[in-house]
Nanobody, 123 residues
């Protein structure tokens, strides 16, 4: 069992930056792929970024060049650095863990989820 706890959300003006963190419990964190998803009001949950166990990253087109996913296996933590934020980035952001080690853009492929953290970008 893996427990995930997100932090770092908040209110920021357009053009600003935030860094989200996701702390994971368990000794097998380094073998999991990790992903970030987001869900805006009235919309479906959507993929944001993923990082494999080996550090390979993948991004949604909407955030490519603005967001960076990284992981620190020594701290059992995955990060999402978000720069040049836009009002359309406003959503609840969730981190997720995938036992397959590779990661996916599909939410159904992930085995564990955090409770989410709110990110609000004002115009």
């Amino acid at each position: 069992q893996v427990q995930l706890v997100e932090s770092g959300g908040g209110l920021v003006q357009a053009g600003g930056s935030l860094r989200l963190s996701c702390a994971a419990s368990g000794r097998t964190f380094s073998s999991y792929a990790m992903g970030w998803f987001r869900q805006a009001p009235g919309k479906e949950r959507e993929f944001v970024a993923s990082i494999s166990w080996s550090g390979s990253t993948y991004y949604a087109d909407s955030v490519k060049g603005r967001f960076t996913i990284s992981r620190d296996n020594a701290k059992n933590t995955v990060y999402l650095q978000m720069n040049s934020l836009k009002p359309e980035d406003t959503a609840v952001y969730y981190c997720a863990a995938d036992r397959s080690m590779v990661g996916s853009t599909l939410a159904v492929r992930y085995d564990y989820w955090g409770q989410g953290t709110q990110v609000t970008v004002s115009s």
